[in-house]
């Protein structure tokens, strides 16, 4: 995800045996056995930064949502959440994030089952107590609240004729009851029902449209597992522009109708900016990709797995250079292998996403407007030691601000990930480097890869023992001599990083901008 210009001026049925490969996910098991005597209490998977984010116990296969629209985007909204989940321990009680909506009913198996809510937990408890290895669906009827109070952000963001959605990094379980937490990716489908004027796209390829008394349902249907941070709809006055992509990708993009004309120039680009990457890390992962352009100040732009989120002034306000706005896109279309299709294990891993992401934005810049690579890499290295200070080293980041979830997007990891990505390729070549980003998306694609798995890959491919290199570079307070560049210094000039905010409202990203003039 990246902070907009303003701001600155980011299968279902796969096994739980596979995705418990995450110690995190492993080591939280042994605390999830809740006697039903026991007061309700909230859980969390024991992330670094959120530690209440995410829920033991169990592992999620799919999801069904079902949202009803009136037409106001300030009244809540009518809507089913459907889980299927297998269970990894013995369950007394199941605790779901979801903290910004009315519960009705509560169902496990089809019976109805007790609940309570505690702090951002929905905390359930069955008629009869699950065994390891159960397969479990949930049914949860409740409201999804569009307007938010006190200290929240993310979810749901209203626009000028309707609702997206920002749910990153701690803000789905605002929207709809979940485990809310990238180490637990499950499959998706989407329903919407809205009056007949409105348009409503989500995550996916469409998978049919019923209308009814004046309203239209849509259902969208992801092919690829999809962290819950990652989802998206989009219900309003729009207009769904179609082309094809590389290799016939079925592309879609979501504009306010009003705007079609208008934004046009910019839809066009995506095909050609989905080649440029195909060629350097990979096929693109999923099933579609588009944008969706948003008539709302957000303050950022968003990753959403194959509908990534945009402010609609970014692409109409003069005053951005074009190559401006088109390292922006890259960025964001090149989350869509580092971020949603290798998904971070743990919020701590965030640097992989935001680095690869700003890595390409900067190599696209390059070759496409002569804004060297070199010369924003330098204006970074100097303002490194800064960055470490202020949000911790890349890999080690700081905890967000109280009351500001989405700080955790600091330029240490964007710009300063973005330097160990440059600084690796110092290390060990370029052709070594360039190898490993395409075994990286092709090794983990669909799942979730740690800063170990990263590390453990790169002395694969290079052959070299890289343990201090990035005990250095990832985990230390100063910024290690640049390989290649001993004259680089700390203390060099320093160039603001525009920052890109996250989709839930998260702490603002580091956005492309403008480096120095290359000598």
């Not at 296969?61 to 299927?84: H, M």
């Not at 963001?157 to 637990?184: E, K, Y």
């Not at 120039?265 to 350097?280: G, S, V, Y």
């Not at 945009?310 to 306000?317: A, G, I, R, S, Y």
Request: aromatic letters at 8%.
């Amino acid at each position: 995800m990246l902070p907009t210009p303003r701001a600155r001026l980011k299968s279902a049925l796969q096994t739980p045996r596979a995705r418990l490969k995450s110690a995190l996910l492993a080591s939280a098991v042994s605390v999830c056995l809740v006697a039903a005597s026991a007061p309700a209490a909230p859980l969390g998977v024991g992330d670094r930064l959120f530690p209440n984010l995410g829920n033991p116990g169990y592992d999620v296969a799919s999801y069904d949502l079902s949202f009803t629209y009136s037409g106001a985007n300030d009244k809540p909204l009518r809507a089913v959440t459907v889980i299927n989940a297998w269970t990894t321990a013995a369950l007394d009680r199941i605790n779901l994030d979801f903290a910004h909506g009315k519960v009705d009913s509560v169902e496990v198996d089809g019976r109805p089952a007790a609940f309570t809510g505690v702090d951002d937990d929905l905390v359930i408890t069955p008629r009869d107590a699950l065994v390891p290895g159960s397969w479990m669906r949930i049914t949860v009827r409740h409201t999804s609240d569009p307007v938010m109070s006190g200290d929240r952000d993310g979810g749901w963001i209203r626009t000028a004729d309707g609702l997206a959605m920002a749910n990153q990094a701690d803000a789905a379980h605002l929207v709809f009851p979940c485990n809310d937490h990238p180490s637990d990716k499950a499959m998706f489908t989407i329903r919407v029902t809205a009056p007949d004027a409105y348009t409503a796209v989500a995550n996916g390829l469409p998978a049919g449209v019923e209308k009814a008394g004046g309203t239209t349902t849509w259902t969208y249907r992801g092919q690829h597992p999809m962290a819950t941070e990652l989802a998206q709809v989009s219900v309003g006055r729009s207009t769904v522009v179609h082309r094809d992509g590389p290799h016939a990708l079925p592309l879609r993009d979501v504009v306010p109708t009003k705007d079609r004309a208008l934004l046009e120039p910019w839809l066009k680009k995506t095909p050609e900016q989905i080649a440029w990457l195909e060629r350097r890390v990979g096929p693109y992962p999923f099933e579609t990709y588009g944008l969706l352009m948003a008539d709302a100040s957000t303050g950022f732009e968003l990753e959403t797995q194959t509908l990534s989120l945009f402010e609609k002034d970014l692409f109409t306000q003069p005053a951005y250079p074009k190559w401006y706005v088109e390292s922006i896109m890259v960025h964001e279309l090149a989350h869509q292998w580092f971020g949603d299709s290798v998904s971070p294990r743990t919020w701590s891993d965030l640097w992989l996403n935001e680095g690869h992401a700003t890595w390409y934005e900067a190599l696209y810049a390059e070759e496409k407007s002569g804004r060297t690579l070199d010369a924003r890499m330098k204006a970074a290295y100097g303002a490194s030691d800064r960055w470490r200070a202020a949000g911790g080293p890349p890999a080690l980041p700081k905890a967000p601000k109280a009351g500001q979830k989405i700080s955790i997007f600091r330029p240490n990891v964007y710009d300063g990930a973005a330097l160990v990505l440059y600084a690796l390729r110092q290390e060990i070549g370029r052709a070594a480097f360039e190898h490993l980003e395409r075994a990286w998306t092709h090794n983990h694609g669909d799942s979730t890869a740690s800063t170990a798995d990263f590390a453990r890959l790169a002395e694969n491919v290079s052959g070299r023992d890289l343990t201090p290199f990035f005990r250095e570079w990832l985990y230390g307070e100063k910024t290690p001599p640049m390989p290649g560049h001993p004259d680089w210094k700390a203390t060099a000039p320093v160039v603001k990083t525009p920052v890109v905010k996250n989709p839930a409202g998260n702490a603002p990203k580091p956005a492309p901008q403008a480096p120095p003039a290359a000598k």
